[in-house]
């Protein structure tokens, strides 16, 4: 059974700097896509960033230069490091993975960004 646990989260100042991990276990690490997704206080699901199979990484507008998704193979882990954080940022966020058999989520983690 693939589970994502994330962890990371928590209350930072504006301008400071977070590191969210995305641990994978009960799949190998041969993923097509990896996600980060978040959810801000009374809104929807949006996307974050991506890195696809071949190592390519794609990003929403709003956090690029201030953002990057990397992955170590060797923990079976997704990073997402947060920088020059903005109270906009605040919101619950999401690891995705997409694999062969499927879709898999994690259950989220709360970054908060006070101004």
């Known amino acids: 059974q693939v589970q994502l646990v994330e962890s990371g989260g928590g209350l930072v100042q504006a301008g400071g700097s977070l590191r969210l991990s995305c641990a994978v276990s009960g799949s190998s690490f041969s993923f097509n896509v990896l996600r980060w997704y978040r959810q801000p206080p009374g809104k929807q699901r949006e996307f974050v960033a991506s890195?696809?199979?071949?190592?390519?990484?794609n990003y929403v507008e709003s956090v690029k230069g201030r953002f990057t998704l990397s992955v170590d193979n060797t923990k079976n882990t997704v990073y997402l490091q947060m920088n020059s954080l903005k109270p906009e940022d605040t919101a619950v966020y999401y690891c995705?993975?997409?694999?062969?058999?499927?879709?898999?989520w994690g259950q989220g983690t709360q970054v908060t960004v006070s101004s």
């Open positions: 890195m696809t199979y071949d190592g390519s990484t």
């Open positions: 995705n993975l997409v694999v062969v058999r499927g879709s898999y």
